[in-house]
């Protein structure tokens, strides 16, 4: 029996334009490093290890997937920010410490905010927009 969530979420990411494909992603490392940060705080070593590596994974996803042609700048600048975040993510991980998660935190709700001012239907795909959907869906349904 499948999970109606895990449909549900393979449905979306399928159907989305690369925008909302986006969206997606930062929403679920949002969450998995907040789920990183509770197990954390109630001393949950084992449980805290399968979002710190959710959030990792995505944010790897989302570097190798920005599109360098129409801006290199801003998308070698994207690309390093995921890469910060990532070693941030396994900092809080490795130290125990609740201050790089909560910093990642605070990057990734950001970013989210102001993918979601994003107009889907423009058809603008700026940097970090173009997302292999097929992966992407690997990627959730690893977790």
């Known amino acids: 029996m499948s999970n109606p969530y895990s449909s549900y979420l393979d449905a979306a990411v399928l ?14 490392a949002l969450d998995s490093v907040n789920d ?7 001393g949950e070593v ?6 710190i590596n959710k959030a990792v994974s995505i944010l ?3 570097g190798l997937a920005v599109n360098h042609e129409p801006s290199p ?8 920010l995921y890469d910060y975040m990532q070693r941030r993510v396994l ?10 998660l909560a910093e ?6 950001s970013m989210l905010e102001a993918w979601e001012r994003v107009d889907c239907q423009s058809g603008s795909e700026g940097p970090g927009a ?3 959907s097929e992966r992407t869906q690997e990627i959730l349904a690893e977790f």
């Open 130 to 132: 173009s997302v292999a």
């Open 91 to 100: 900092a809080g991980h490795f130290s125990q410490a609740d201050a790089p």
């Open 46 to 51: 084992t449980e805290r290890s399968t979002p």
């Open 36 to 42: 990183a940060r509770a197990h954390l705080g109630a």
């Open 15 to 28: 159907s989305a334009n690369p925008i909302e494909v986006v969206r997606i992603l930062y929403r679920a």
């Open 73 to 80: 700048n801003l998308a070698r600048n994207l690309v390093e």
């Open 60 to 62: 790897r996803e989302l």
């Open 104 to 109: 990642v935190a605070g990057l990734l709700g």
